[in-house]
């Protein structure tokens, strides 16, 4: 079973830019996909971005194509994710999430962490 924690997240202007985290318990970190997704208040959970084992394919929500970029460190057991260009829309709780393949559907995950704020003021 791996446990997620992620990290990072803040308070931002509109513009600015943010670096979250996800570090995994697991040493076999590289067994599985990584992806995250974010859930604003009185709003459904959305997927952002995903990647696979070994970083070689990723997959974007439209909304963040072109500002957001996916990443991960095996050796540290770490995925993360570059925001730039932030928006207040950008305005979320955002969760990792931990799985056999990139999806971008959030019930194909079995493994999530408790969350990071990321608040873009305008």
């Known amino acids: 079973q791996v446990q997620l924690t992620e990290s990072g997240g803040g308070l931002v202007q509109s513009g600015g830019s943010l670096r979250l985290s996800c570090a995994a318990s697991e040493r076999a970190f590289d067994n599985y996909a990584v992806a995250w997704f974010r859930q604003a208040p009185g709003k459904e959970r959305a997927f952002v971005a995903s990647?696979?084992?070994?970083?070689?394919?990723?997959y974007y929500a439209d909304s963040v194509k072109g500002r957001f970029s996916v990443s991960r460190d095996n050796a540290k057991n770490t995925a993360y994710l570059q925001m730039d260009s932030l928006r207040p829309e950008d305005t979320a709780l955002y969760y990792c999430?931990?799985?056999?393949?990139?999806?971008?559907?959030?019930?194909?995950?079995?493994?999530w962490g408790q969350g990071t704020q990321v608040t873009v003021s305008s």
């Open positions: 999430a931990a799985g056999v393949a990139p999806y971008t559907r959030g019930n194909l995950y079995g493994y």
């Open positions: 990647i696979n084992r070994n970083g070689a394919v990723t």
